[in-house]
C-alpha cells in the first residue's frame, strides 16, 4: 500500500515562489503515475498537473501553465511541483494522489491521496 506525504506549502506574496513535495512509501514508486490536485475554500478539488511514472510526460490545467513544473525523482521517490509567478487564485490545499493505471491521463485513476499542503497566496 503505498503512502503519500506532501510538504513545502506555506504563505507567500503574489509573484513569489514555492516548491511542493511528494514523497512515496511503501510501494513500488516507478510504476506508478503521480498527479497534483488543489481544492480552493468552498471548492471542488481540481487537477493541476501529473508525471509519468517515467518522468517523460507531463500535463498541465491551463491555468498554471508556464508557471508551474512538475517533476520527479524516482531515486527518492519524490515527485515536485515548482509553481512559480503565484497568483491569490492559486491558493488551495494542495494534494498529491498517484495511479497505477498505464495512461496517466486517466484522471479517475489517481486513487492513493496525501493529507495535503495548505497554499496561501497573499495579495
Known amino acids: 500500500q503505498v503512502q503519500l506525504r506532501e510538504s513545502g506549502g506555506g504563505l507567500v506574496q503574489a509573484g513569489g515562489s514555492l516548491t511542493l513535495a511528494c514523497a512515496a512509501s511503501g510501494w513500488s514508486f516507478r510504476s506508478l503515475a503521480v498527479g497534483w490536485f488543489r481544492q480552493a475554500p468552498g471548492k471542488e478539488r481540481t487537477f493541476v498537473a501529473a508525471i509519468s511514472n517515467n518522468g517523460r510526460n507531463t500535463i498541465y490545467e491551463d491555468s498554471v501553465k508556464g508557471r508551474f513544473t512538475i517533476s520527479r525523482d524516482n531515486a527518492k521517490n519524490t515527485v515536485y511541483l515548482q509553481m512559480n509567478s503565484l497568483k491569490p487564485d492559486d491558493t488551495a490545499v494542495y494534494y498529491c494522489?498517484?495511479?497505477?493505471?498505464?495512461?496517466?491521463?486517466?484522471?479517475?485513476?489517481?486513487?492513493?491521496w496525501g493529507q495535503g499542503t495548505q497554499v496561501t497566496v497573499s495579495s
Open positions: 494522489a498517484a495511479s497505477s493505471l498505464s495512461n496517466f491521463l486517466n484522471l479517475g485513476g489517481y486513487n492513493k
